[in-house]
């Protein structure tokens, strides 16, 4: 890929990332590291590095209706666009297939290796101490709470949570995505990352259910 073909490809990037856990620079991580695991393969470069950059321009869509999937309407954006600058129909048609399947909560798994780096690559930006950093300020955006209480004023962990927090959160995915990857770069990078997101979470987990231990006994005494 030429420097002129990135840059195209890129500026149409930077007008569709409108989401600050989803922003440029998670884009050029996710760039960066899948450019690092390619190192150890044989992939088609203009397809790896097309797709890393346009992975999640379908996420405004998403937002405005969350009955979207952005890695489907990412996908056929993508396509288009790479038809626009016309890319043959099987590198075009390649792309969308490897921003389709990124996702981690889709069934459907990446078959190429451009998909099954790309969909690592992204995964590894919710490892460790960017995962939570990201989780959390994406929960911001959409309103959701950092845990939720029961009926009693008991803090959950989240593991058995249907409620969205990032406890909830946690449990779903942060926790085990480590075990989803699919390339040996991408795991051992996770797992260097994986002791930094377990005591963030541990850490907090304990320090609220501290505070609305002792606050609920404190409150009580009051009444008395």
């Not at 029961?150 to 480590?178: P, T």
Request: proline share 1%; charged share 30%; aromatic share 10%.
């Amino acid at each position: 890929m030429d420097k002129q073909t990135f840059s195209c490809i890129e500026n149409y990037m930077l007008t569709c990332m409108n989401d600050g856990a989803h922003d440029e620079q998670h884009i050029y991580r996710v760039l960066y590291s899948a450019l690092d695991i390619a190192s150890e393969y044989t992939v088609d470069m203009d397809v790896l590095i097309a797709a890393s950059l346009l992975h999640d321009i379908g996420r405004e869509a998403q937002f405005r209706d969350s009955k979207i999937d952005h890695a489907i309407v990412g996908s056929e954006m993508a396509y288009e666009y790479m038809k626009s600058l016309k890319w043959s129909e099987e590198k075009a048609h390649h792309v969308k297939d490897s921003i389709r399947t990124h996702r981690f909560r889709k069934n459907e798994e990446p078959t190429s290796v451009e998909a099954k780096i790309l969909f690592d690559a992204d995964k590894l930006d919710v490892t460790g101490t960017l995962g939570i950093a990201r989780t959390i300020a994406y929960k911001g955006i959409v309103s959701e709470p950092l845990y939720s209480i029961d009926e009693f004023g008991n803090v959950l962990d989240g593991s058995n949570d249907s409620a969205a927090s990032f406890f909830q959160e946690y449990n779903f995915k942060l926790k085990n995505v480590y075990e989803k990857f699919y390339t040996n770069r991408a795991k051992i990078i996770a797992e260097e990352r994986r002791k930094a997101s377990i005591d963030f979470y541990q850490s907090m987990l304990n320090e609220v259910k501290a505070i609305h231990i002792i606050g609920k006994e404190r409150l009580e005494s009051v009444f008395e």
